[in-house]
Structures are given as structure tokens and as C-alpha cells.
């Protein structure tokens, strides 16, 4: 599949106006970073760490990705179930030791005499999250890129690239100035959603292979004034932390209007303030914008109605305020690029090892049903669900799955990377995509210094490199 360019097409009357515009050239720089979320950041720090000039684009108003624009205020698969061990090293375990020195993150344990408990959850990978304040980690964001001296631009889009020979010589993007070129020696596609590599032309999936459909998108929002105490004794006492049987008895009460069949509910940094991780909005399209905007009103809609049921009915919400709702709609699966090699379902099941492994993730399964947002494909049960495909608990990730077609000096790191799509479950948390935003930062000073493609460069001097900025590219399952 690929998408036609300099095209704006409406549904009911197909049609394409050829736009030729002379535009304003900004500075050159090594590396155009697009998207400023963990892959970004991860590619943008440990690009510029090789004194590398780096642009860092971002089309929200705050670094942070999903994590700050999308009030996703949680890290996964950095660290082992046990929490004992971090999976992620590098920038991911810097970031979030320097996010929780300033007050913006908790690292918390499993014991229960230490200050972070996640009530709405009591046991497994949610304990080996690191939890986040979204408000406080954007300024904090903001620092650490402007101490690494990160040429920034926020508010601002990717929108379009051009060619020549197999390279992108300029990105163009957009924002309040209007439209500008900068041209550029390689490029980062971080969008999590592969628009670069769409508009330069590059092969890509979207959603199931059957029928196109992706797992529903979510709204996310945060409340505060929770009595946990109530909850967490409600949740211990019925063993039923998405409150399912809750759920199923409003349902047939009539007084649950939703295609979802859980309540998910998070602590964040303090007691009582919490991410509500639930509308479940099927049949959106993160890549078309009239979808977008779609998913961004009925979210909000069903985030006032859910609250309502929430303070009638959840045990600890009578009381419960809004705080925030996300600016940005959460969107866990587009587009897949088609890279050199694609990590599969059999890969995991195997534990297939891998000679250019930059980096592993610690969680499981989770791509939920397009159609059935409650149900997740990959696992069996309902009160205790297990895994139906066995995989080793940490997932390699190999370098080529990052390498779009057939542009050379392009990389796609986070969630649009080469993968069968039940395998994205696992990669497309927020940990991993720092490790894979890190090596596509690391592998560009190879790019620029000795002029090489992404796709020949010297993979285990890469993965050397990683390893003494204290990147994890080793690991015994
Ligand atoms: C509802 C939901 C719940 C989730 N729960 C968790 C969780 O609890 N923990 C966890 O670790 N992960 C969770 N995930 C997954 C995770 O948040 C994402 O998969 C992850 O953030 C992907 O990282 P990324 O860097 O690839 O993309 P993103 O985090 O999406 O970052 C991409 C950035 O690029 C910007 N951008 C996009 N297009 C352009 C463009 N054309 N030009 C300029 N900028 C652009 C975006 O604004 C964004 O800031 C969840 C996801 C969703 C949607």
C-alpha cells in the first residue's frame, strides 16, 4: 500500500489539485527527528550525544508522546515483573531516575511498605511501570533536551518530504510560520504512525490482515478525589481490578451504554489521582484526520458519561473530579512500515535470538480486539487470562525491523516498526520504544560520519556503542 502524495481528497468527491510552491529553506541539519514522544526522544538524545546537529519536530505543544499528550501517565516494559531489574537501560532508565529526582515519576517496588501502592491493580506488570505526572514531565522534558542542546520546534508538523535518488534531501513541515523545507542529511520517523516514511513513498500495513480493522483508540483522562481505600477494598474483596462483573450487572441493568466491558483505573503519583485507561472507541483511524476528530468528540462524550456512571456506581468515585482529559487521542496501532525483516508471533514463541538486538521489552500480549474492545486475541480466561501463545517474559527487538523501504536514509523506531501484528503488543509500550528511538539516534552518527545507509551500517559497533551509554543489548531470559 502506498499513499498519493500532495493530494487532499473528500470522501464524496475525490479529486487532486498539483501544488507548486516556492518555500522558505531553514538551516541544514544532520538529523530531522519527527515526533518528540519515547522514540523521538530516545533517537533525538542519543543523535545529538554525538555532537550530531538535530532538529527534534513535534506536533503537540510538549514532548512526551502518548505519556504527556496523551495523559498515558505510565512507562511499561522497562522493567522485570519483579521490578528487580531494568529490561531498558540508556536514556529510558536516565529519563525516568531523572523524572523521579524531580519529582515527576515514582520507580515503585512490590513492597508493600514503600510509598507507591497501585491500588486498581495488585499484582503483575503494573508494579514495574513507572507511573508519571504528564504536567510536571513536559517541563522536565523541556530541560533535558535543551541542556543536550536539541534544536526544538513544538506546535510543529511533518507533513511532507522530498526524494531524490533513494534520500530524503528535505522534510517540510508546518506550523504558524506556514510551510518551510529544511534540509536534511537522514531522518527519524518517530510519528508512531509512520507519516514520513508513508509520504516518501514507503511500503506499509494498517491493522489486521483480513480486513484492515486496528484496535480501538482511547480518550484518556485523569481524575482526582478517588477514596482509594474504598476501591482497593472493593477490588481485593471481589478479585476484579477492571470491575467486569460490575460492568456486566449495569449492562443488564440497562445503565451501560458502552461496547467496553471494563473500567480500568491506575494510581498515578498520589493517592486518590488516577488514569482512567477505558473509553474503547472501535472503527477510528488514527491516520485520517476526519477520524481523529471523530474519536477526540465521542471520547469526550463518553468520558462525561462514564464519570456519571463512575460516581453512581464504582466503589471510591462518588466523589471522584476530573483533572484532565487528554489533548490528543490515544492511538495504539496505524501503520506497520514493510522493513527488511519483521519480528514475528513464532520469533517470540521460539525465543528467537538475534545478532543485531538493540534493546528488549518486558511486557506481554496486549492488542486488543478491533471489534471487541474488552477482549484481547491473545489470551484465554477472563478473571485470571493467561497468554495462549508462551513467549519468553523479555522480547528482543532487532534493528532491521526499523529500516522502511526502499528510502536509505530513513529510520522508523516506536510503534510503526516491521512486525506481525500480534507481536506489536509487546514493542509498542513506551520503554522499548525509548530503546528503539535510542539505537536509530545511535546508528545516525554512523549515517553521518561515514556517509553510509541506516540499512549497511556496522550493526555490532552499533550495538557496542549502546552498551557503553548503558543501553540493555544483552539478556539471558
Ligand atoms: C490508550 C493507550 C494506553 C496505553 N497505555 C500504555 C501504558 O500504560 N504504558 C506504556 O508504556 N504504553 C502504553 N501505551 C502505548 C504507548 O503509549 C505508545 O505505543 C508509545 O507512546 C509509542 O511511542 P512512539 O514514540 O512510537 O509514539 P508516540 O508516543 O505516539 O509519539 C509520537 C509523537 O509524534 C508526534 N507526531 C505524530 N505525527 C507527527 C507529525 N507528522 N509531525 C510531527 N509530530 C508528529 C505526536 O504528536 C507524538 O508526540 C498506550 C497507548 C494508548 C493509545
Redesign the pocket.
Known amino acids: 500500500m502506498s499513499e498519493d502524495r500532495h493530494k487532499l481528497v473528500s470522501r464524496d468527491a475525490p479529486a487532486s489539485l498539483t501544488l507548486h510552491r516556492n518555500l522558505p529553506l531553514e538551516n541544514a541539519c544532520d538529523v530531522v527527528v519527527?515526533?518528540?514522544?519515547?522514540?523521538?526522544?530516545?533517537a533525538a538524545l542519543a543523535a545529538r550525544r554525538g555532537a550530531l546537529s538535530v532538529l527534534l519536530?513535534?506536533?503537540?505543544g510538549q514532548?512526551?508522546?502518548?505519556?504527556?499528550?496523551?495523559l498515558?501517565?505510565?512507562?511499561?516494559?522497562?522493567r522485570s515483573d519483579d521490578t528487580r531489574r531494568w529490561v531498558v537501560g540508556g536514556v529510558f532508565r536516565r529519563l525516568a531516575l531523572g523524572a523521579a529526582e524531580h519529582g515527576c515519576a515514582v520507580i515503585p517496588t512490590t513492597n508493600p511498605n514503600e510509598k507507591y501502592q497501585v491500588h486498581g491493580w495488585h499484582k503483575g506488570q503494573n508494579e514495574a511501570?513507572i507511573p508519571l505526572d504528564p504536567f510536571t514531565l513536559a517541563g522536565y522534558l523541556d530541560d533535558v533536551v535543551d541542556e543536550a542542546g536539541i534544536d526544538v520546534l513544538l506546535h510543529?508538523?511533518?507533513?511532507d518530504v522530498c526524494v531524490e535518488d533513494g534520500r530524503i534531501t528535505h522534510v517540510i513541515?508546518f506550523n504558524k510560520s506556514g510551510l518551510f523545507a529544511v534540509p536534511t542529511r537522514a531522518v527519524v520517523d518517530?510519528?508512531?504512525?509512520a507519516?514520513?516514511a508513508a509520504r516518501s513513498g514507503c511500503e506499509f500495513v494498517k491493522g489486521r490482515p483480513e480486513d484492515g480493522l486496528m484496535t480501538p483508540?482511547?480518550?484518556?483522562f485523569h481524575v482526582d478525589n478517588v477514596d482509594q481505600d474504598a476501591l482497593s477494598e472493593y477490588i481485593h474483596k471481589h478479585d476484579s481490578p477492571r470491575f467486569r462483573e460490575l460492568v456486566a450487572e449495569l449492562r443488564a441493568a440497562g445503565e451501560w451504554p458502552f461496547d467496553y466491558e471494563i473500567f480500568i483505573s491506575?494510581q498515578l503519583l498520589e493517592k486518590g489521582v488516577m488514569?482512567i485507561?477505558t473509553p474503547r472507541l472501535v472503527g477510528i483511524d488514527g491516520t485520517d484526520g476526519r477520524s481523529v476528530t471523530e474519536g477526540m468528540i465521542r471520547g469526550r462524550r463518553e468520558i462525561y458519561r462514564l464519570l456519571e456512571i463512575a460516581h453512581k456506581h464504582f466503589p471510591g468515585f462518588a466523589h471522584a473530579r476530573l483533572k484532565a482529559i487528554a489533548p490528543?487521542?490515544?492511538?495504539?496501532e496505524t501503520r506497520r512500515i514493510v522493513a527488511d525483516t519483521m519480528l514475528t508471533v513464532d520469533d517470540l514463541r521460539q525465543g528467537t535470538r538475534f545478532e543485531d538486538t538493540i534493546g528488549y521489552s518486558a511486557?506481554g500480549w496486549d492488542l486488543p480486539d478491533p471489534k471487541r474492545p474488552s477482549y484481547q486475541p491473545m489470551w484465554e480466561g477472563v478473571a485470571a487470562p493467561v497468554h495462549k501463545v508462551k513467549k519468553k517474559p523479555v522480547t528482543p527487538i532487532p534493528y532491521r525491523i526499523m529500516l522502511p523501504q526502499p528510502v536509505r536514509n530513513l529510520i522508523c523506531?516506536?510503534?510503526?516498526v516491521s512486525v506481525e501484528r500480534d507481536a506489536l503488543g509487546p514493542l509498542?509500550?513506551?520503554?522499548p520504544?525509548?530503546a528503539?528511538?535510542e539505537a536509530a539516534g545511535q546508528a545516525s552518527q554512523q549515517v553521518i560520519r561515514e556517509g553510509v545507509d541506516y540499512r549497511d551500517l556496522d550493526v555490532s559497533r552499533l550495538r557496542e556503542e549502546l552498551r557503553e551509554h548503558d543501553a540493555i543489548v544483552d539478556w539471558e531470559n
Request: hydrophobic residues 40%; glycine residues 24%; charged residues 10%.
Open positions: 519527527c515526533g518528540g514522544g519515547p522514540s523521538g526522544l530516545g519536530v513535534e506536533g503537540q514532548l512526551g508522546g502518548m505519556s504527556t499528550s496523551g498515558v501517565a505510565q512507562w511499561l516494559g522497562g511501570g510543529t508538523q511533518a507533513v513541515l518517530a510519528t508512531g504512525d507519516d514520513v483508540v482511547t480518550l484518556q491506575v488514569m485507561n490528543c487521542l490515544g492511538v495504539r511486557y523506531p516506536g510503534r510503526a509498542r509500550v513506551m520503554a520504544c525509548f528503539m528511538g
